[in-house]
């Protein structure tokens, strides 16, 4: 299965999860994001899900020098990006409940 399609459907949920505990910058994010198992995730997918996602008020940003090189712009969740994060994420485990239950039902659970 081309996990690609996969992969555009959930990025904007996958790019606040990654955001719930922690605040990060894009690369930062990019890597969280591939350790946590996205490997295919590209660099201009996550940047592009950041610009979005802070348009549409879900995320604030603030940026933090560095020393070795330029400065950071770090991303963080605000209340309307938890909420969204909280509506998604159930939406997510409705449809994964059901995709099991139909994998199941058909002998092709992993």
Same mark, same amino acid.
């Not at 990060?24 to 997918?45: F, K, M, N, Q, T």
């Not at 969740?77 to 059901?98: E, I, P, V």
């Given at each position: 299965m081309?996990?690609?399609q996969l992969l555009k459907g959930v990025l904007d949920l996958a790019v606040l999860a990654v955001l719930r505990d922690e605040d990060g910058y894009?690369?930062?994010i990019l890597r969280r994001l591939r350790e946590a198992g996205l490997e295919e995730? &590209?660099?201009a997918s996550v940047y592009g899900t950041l610009r979005r996602l802070f348009a549409a008020g879900l995320l604030t940003t603030y940026?933090?020098?560095s020393e070795s090189g330029p400065h950071r712009k770090y991303y963080a969740l605000n209340?309307? &990006?938890r909420d969204q994060l909280a509506r998604?994420?159930?939406t997510w485990r409705s449809f994964a409940t059901t995709m099991d239950a139909l994998?199941?039902?058909r &002998?092709?659970?992993a």
């Amino acid at each position: 299965m081309d996990t690609t399609q996969l992969l555009k459907g959930v990025l904007d949920l996958a790019v606040l999860a990654v955001l719930r505990d922690e605040d990060g910058y894009g690369y930062d994010i990019l890597r969280r994001l591939r350790e946590a198992g996205l490997e295919e995730v &590209g660099d201009a997918s996550v940047y592009g899900t950041l610009r979005r996602l802070f348009a549409a008020g879900l995320l604030t940003t603030y940026v933090v020098p560095s020393e070795s090189g330029p400065h950071r712009k770090y991303y963080a969740l605000n209340a309307a &990006g938890r909420d969204q994060l909280a509506r998604s994420g159930k939406t997510w485990r409705s449809f994964a409940t059901t995709m099991d239950a139909l994998l199941d039902d058909r &002998g092709m659970a992993a």
